[in-house]
């Protein structure tokens, strides 16, 4: 007695769709290059391409006699750099930044230290909430309350006033340095929407490289006989820093790049923001805004170069 045996073959699908299907089934990675295509001609010609012709605009110059740009390849335009007025905005905006990372670096330390060390169940769930939520509204908003908050008839100068502290605000107001006719056109103000404004960003990788910490270092610390200061320098501070440079990334580039809050709550003085603007749309200057934008490009390159040295985008 015989078996026969029969075999079905499934029928190869038919169609155009079946023939693209197979062969991206064969050759998963042609599959792959067309899913990276469009991303990375985005990044190569949106933005790669607008920093190339922004760095190439910044080797022209304007024209003194008919106000046109002169298609010359020179470096006059960098120069104008290091005149007294465009390096004081350079050497401002810098200076401004910095001052915002320490302090935010300060603030966000011991909320991050607490976040990862005690708070746990709801009270972590509290502290993402609290941190996150500034950043779920406007940025507009929170810079136009800022500028309602810090102007003579706001309400830090109506606590200033019931403290009986009206003289320290005064003081305040008449340093040169970092005064105003008031602090929603001052220095200080200008600083103090900076620090409000990005100490999430500081807070949230500060917070994420203590929690990396291992807590028997710290017991093991105290059980040597070192003090809390020094645990916090030898131990826990060496171990955050990483975090801590993360955070700076964000809220060092951010102030230097920044237009809005100067404008808004600063005074007249400019930030790099605004000689850009001010260059391109009100000056016509165009070669000399594109040498400007170049400025924190440059500084942020050298500053993530000694973050990466640094083990920062390991807390990222």
Do not use: C
């Not at 917070?207 to 028997?216: D, I, K, S, T, W």
């Not at 930030?271 to 260059?279: E, H, M």
């Amino acid at each position: 007695m015989s078996t026969v045996v029969t075999t079905s073959i499934l029928p190869a699908r038919g169609g155009l769709l079946g023939r693209v299907s197979d062969l991206f089934w064969r050759r998963p990675s042609l599959l792959l290059v067309l899913m990276l295509i469009p991303p990375l001609l985005w990044l190569g010609i949106i933005y790669i391409g607008s920093l190339i012709a922004l760095l190439l605009q910044s080797f022209f110059s304007i024209d003194e006699f008919s106000g046109m740009v002169s298609y010359e390849f020179t470096l006059a335009t960098y120069g104008q750099l290091l005149n007294p007025a465009n390096f004081d905005i350079i050497l401002r905006t810098l200076l401004m930044s910095i001052a915002v990372t320490l302090a935010s670096a300060v603030l966000a330390f011991p909320i991050a230290y607490y976040a990862a060390r005690y708070a746990t169940g709801k009270w972590k769930a509290f502290f993402y909430l609290g941190v996150m939520l500034p950043l779920w509204s406007s940025y507009l908003v929170k810079v136009y309350a800022w500028k309602l908050i810090l102007a003579k008839e706001g309400i830090l100068t109506w606590v200033f006033e019931k403290l009986h502290l009206t003289w320290l605000l005064d003081t305040i107001l008449a340093t040169p340095v970092i005064g105003g006719n008031s602090l929603s056109i001052s220095y200080i103000g200008t600083f103090l929407v900076f620090v409000y404004v990005w100490l999430p960003y500081m807070i949230l990788p500060t917070q994420a490289a203590l929690e990396r910490v291992p807590g028997n270092l710290i017991e093991a610390s105290a059980d040597l006989g070192a003090r809390p200061g020094q645990t916090f320098r030898n131990v826990l501070l060496p171990l955050a820093l990483p975090g801590i440079i993360a955070g700076s990334i964000f809220t060092f580039s951010l102030t230097l790049g920044d237009y809005i809050i100067p404008q808004i709550v600063g005074s007249s003085r400019l930030f790099i923001g605004q000689a850009v603007y001010a260059q391109q749309g009100t000056a016509g200057n165009v070669p000399l805004a594109a040498a400007f934008s170049i400025v924190p490009i440059v500084i942020m390159g050298i500053y993530l170069w000694i973050a990466k040295r640094m083990g920062a985008f390991d807390a990222l």
